[in-house]
Structures are given as C-alpha cells and as structure tokens.
C-alpha cells in the first residue's frame, strides 16, 4: 500500500512517500501535487519507499507535470538514488539531492 503526505512547514511543502511505489499508484501522488502551487520549495523524504522502475519513471513524468517550476529538493534513501539515476532519460525540473555523507 502506498501512501503520501503534504505539509506545509514554514515556507517549505514537505512530500512523504510510505509504502510501495508502483505505475497503479499514480493517482494518488498525482492529486497530492496537483495541490503544491507554482513556484513552492518542495522537500521529498521517502526512507520508507519501494518502488518498481515503471513507479518511478511515472512519478518523475508526474513530478515534471505539478511541479515544474517548484524547487525541489529529495532528502537522502534508496527512492531519491532511483530516482537520480533515471534523470539521464527522463525530464524532470531542477532538484537537489541532499548526501548522508559528512565531511572531514
């Protein structure tokens, strides 16, 4: 089962992503961005998500349709790693990707 959460925290929409991420699960993350406006700073965390590749490949076309002129910005997990790797194929507006690594 797949969930997701939008919340405004301050100036920032925080997304989180729970569950399994597939294609089926399209309409429900499409309706929660369809809701961010224009222009917003958007925080992903998605620690707890699986996702098939057609989930990702579908959640990037329907991140580059809702929020094409949002700053984006994924926190680290397995999810934000898909999906960086499939940018090289994919549109997707400008995004950050926070690293768990610390420097010495």
């Known amino acids: 089962m797949f969930r997701i959460n939008v919340e405004k925290n301050g ?3 925080v997304i989180t992503l729970v569950g399994m991420l597939n294609a089926a699960a399209y309409k429900d993350y499409r309706e929660a961005l369809m809701g961010i406006p224009s222009h917003a700073a958007v925080r992903i965390v998605s ?3 699986e996702a098939t590749p ?3 490949s579908a959640w990037i076309q329907t991140v580059n349709q809702y929020v ?3 700053k984006v910005v994924y926190a680290p997990s397995k999810f934000s790693t898909m ?3 499939r940018l090289a194929t994919h549109t997707h507006p400008p ?3 926070e690293s768990t690594s610390l420097a010495v």
Do not use: I, M, R, T
Request: hydrophobic share 40%.
């Open 83 to 85: 999906v960086q790797a």
């Open 68 to 70: 094409a002129n949002c």
């Open 11 to 13: 100036g920032q929409h």
């Open 47 to 49: 620690s707890g998500v």
């Open 54 to 56: 057609e989930g990702v």
């Open 95 to 97: 995004a950050d990707f």
